[in-house]
């Protein structure tokens, strides 16, 4: 619930919002599309939704995308799922990326940064020329529109051209981080069928080298599909026998060759987190992808030309994928491949220092993690470039924007925080950034533009200032054309559509308040459901893992067989911390404070960890699962979780409640 009438944690000065690019694009909207020019953003919002084919239609002007053949309508079928949107475009996602090459040749397009954490420049000219010759050299491999390429490799720039390279030729790009196990790899490559893999032969993280030459070579014999194999040396070993070489490829000094394709030809796959399956491989289009990124870049992040964009992330997420979409706006865009905290905690600010970031993006656990650990960013680091410190991930906990705000503020700066929450099923944000907004301890500003986003109670009924079900009432560009190997659309129906027909439902609880921010509290399908009432998982874990002793904590809910209900918090904890009865008492005494009495778990377990899907999101669902009995081959894909080891504890403590 929000309270009535909190005062914003910040306010963006009338010299920030008066040249943000959003109140530009509104200005010329309400010229030139009857946008609405007094209001503000609700009032931009508001017709962004009502006027959604009008609202496209100004996005693609202003940020001329650019169409070798021109559309007939901007939305044909509005329906969810099988919305079509211009229908008769062609154009190409890799061009767009590369159009700022042809006005700032010499400036840097990547800054690559690895744990020396000392930046590489690649210009503009030459990510240009090396998409252009690995282009041309996966057309003389035979690849061709519609073709997948595949990519085991690092947040590098190899994994960059790759992409751009295959969007280039029409062919559709995949990709997993290198600290990806085989397994895990197999359960996403084999289902889309690569024509070509990209791969290094090993990567280096936390300080140490980490060789990945036989997972490789099983990767090889588990595809039969593949064409070629490309090596990537980035521990400088010798390709193996059959191999391409990364430089052979990249070598020549080629014009790029844009494949034109339509509208809503597939761009990339990616990857649910496959906790409980095989991961849903979703497809999303082109031009989908083109318009919601340059939307949400150029618009919400306010990103163009000078700025530099980080975000920490890795190929195997979707924020990956968003953070290379940063050069459509013009961008620098920051790479960095390495441990989050090498060589200690500060490790991510020191980056954003010495890359001038501009909008630096991070998770929410992160920024916790510092807090806990005594980091002064804004003391210890020149952070004076940055104009915004972004997180997702999971909600960021109101100790968490306070924490931020404070620390910048201490230092003279006027920090704009960003908690944004989105999905890989759209590879963008729902909520989240507005530059022109307040913001609001533990709230994201606003819902993005173009999305009707909703509170719904079970029977459909919107809610305010209440939790209910985040659903989103009309189409997004970015929404799936597909998942992969789905031929009737039931996985892809059964995914988003089963619970409100024609309406996408995500599976998060949230709050829309009645001042127009958005309030996130945890995913719905691991509901807590006490005597009725609905709560957060992420509310919980705001209040317990603000005690020190507290590393980190996982709640969950489960339905008994004689009709009871058992809540257990697990707790690992800090070193030299003891879940002794002080600690145990001062758990359940904040939850009680600060939430309800019903938000108390009936028992709190120590815990060795909290295991996580392997883009650092907790796992309570295959864990309430095991509680339930279930086999942990039954409960959990092996290959989705960071540390499968930890699921034993659950295993066998399910064994002795039973």
């Known amino acids: 619930m929000s309270t009535a009438n909190p005062q914003p944690l910040w306010q963006p000065d009338p010299e920030r919002i008066a040249k943000a690019r959003i109140t530009r694009f509104q200005a010329w909207a309400a010229e030139h599309h009857g946008a609405p020019a007094e209001g503000g953003y609700p009032a931009l919002h508001r017709w ?93 491999l035979g690849v061709r529109p519609g073709d997948r390429v595949s990519g085991y490799l690092p947040n590098i720039p190899q ?58 070579a099983e990767l090889r014999r588990e595809l039969p599909t593949l064409r070629a194999v490309v090596h990537v040396p980035l521990l400088g070993t010798e390709a193996p026998e059959g191999a391409l070489e990364w430089s052979a490829l990249t070598a020549g000094d080629t014009e790029p060759v844009y494949e034109q394709v339509p509208f809503d030809h597939p761009l990339w796959v990616l990857y649910s987190s496959g906790t409980t399956g095989l991961p849903k491989a979703i497809v999303q289009s082109q031009g989908g ?86 980091v002064h960013p ?18 960021l906990p109101p100790d968490g924007f306070r924490w931020l705000h404070d620390e910048f503020a201490e230092s003279g700066a006027d920090l704009w925080i960003a908690s944004v929450s989105g999905g890989t099923d759209v590879c963008s944000c729902f909520a989240g950034a507005v530059p022109t907004l ?15 986003l909703h509170s719904w109670d079970p029977s459909g009924r919107p809610l305010v200032d209440e939790v209910g079900e985040l659903v989103v009432t009309q189409p997004m560009p970015s929404m799936p054309i597909h998942f992969w190997n789905d031929p009737d659309g039931s996985r892809y129906h059964h995914s988003y559509f089963d619970t409100y027909p024609g309406v996408w439902r995500h599976g998060d609880w949230i709050t829309l308040t009645s001042r127009g921010s958005v309030i996130i509290h945890g995913r719905s399908d691991s509901t807590l459901n006490r005597q009725g009432v609905r709560m957060g998982s992420a509310d919980i874990y705001e209040v317990v893992e603000r005690l020190p002793e507290i590393r980190e904590s996982l709640v969950i809910g489960v339905e008994q067989p004689d009709g009871g209900y058992w809540m257990p918090l697990f707790v690992h904890l800090a070193p030299d911390a003891v879940l002794d009865e002080n600690l145990l008492n001062r758990v ?50 092996p290959g989705s979780i960071d540390n499968l080891a930890l699921l034993a504890f659950y295993e066998e403590l399910a064994r002795k409640r039973a």
């Open 588 to 637: 359940k005494q904040a939850i009680r404070e600060q939430l309800s009495p019903r938000h108390v778990p009936d028992e709190i377990i120590e815990v060795p960890g909290i295991p996580h899907t392997l883009t650092g999101k907790r796992i309570e669902v295959p864990v309430k699962r095991l509680l339930q009995g279930t086999p942990l081959d039954k409960a959990v894909n």
């Open 438 to 452: 307040p913001v609001y301890t533990g709230e994201l500003q606003a819902p993005a533009l173009g999305t009707d």
């Open 48 to 140: 962004s939704v009502d006027q959604l084919d009008t609202f496209w239609k100004a996005v693609t002007e202003w940020f001329d995308v650019r169409f070798s053949t021109p559309y007939a309508r901007v939305l044909d079928d509005r329906a969810m799922p099988g919305a079509r949107w211009f229908p008769g475009a062609t154009l190409n996602y890799a061009e767009h990326a590369l159009r700022a090459a042809a006005d700032r040749a010499g400036e840097p397009a990547l800054l690559c940064v690895d744990e020396t954490h000392e930046p590489r420049p690649v210009t503009w000219s030459e990510l240009r020329r090396q998409v252009g010759s690995l282009a041309a050299g996966l057309r003389a």
């Open 159 to 216: 994994a960059v051209v790759a992409l751009l390279a295959s969007a280039a030729v029409g062919a559709v790009w995949t990709s997993c981080a290198p600290d990806f196990g085989a397994r895990s790899v197999l359960d996403r490559f084999q289902q889309v069928e690569p024509v070509v893999l990209f791969t290094v032969d090993g990567y280096r993280y936390g300080g140490k080298e980490h060789d990945r030459r036989e997972i490789v």
């Open 378 to 395: 804004a003391r210890d680091y020149d952070l004076s470039r940055v104009d915004c410190v972004a997180t997702t991930g999971s909600p």
């Open 289 to 374: 992808i083109l318009v919601e990124h340059l939307k949400q870049l150029g618009l919400h992040c306010d990103l163009g030309p000078g700025d530099r964009f980080f975000w920490y992330t890795s190929t195997g997420w979707m924020m990956w994928n968003f953070l290379v979409s940063g050069l459509l706006t013009g961008t620098t865009i920051v790479l960095y491949d390495g441990s989050p905290g090498h060589p200690d905690t500060g490790a991510q600010w020191r980056i954003a220092e010495r890359t001038g970031a501009t909008l630096y993006g991070t998770s929410a656990a992160y920024v916790m993690a510092c807090r806990k650990a005594g």
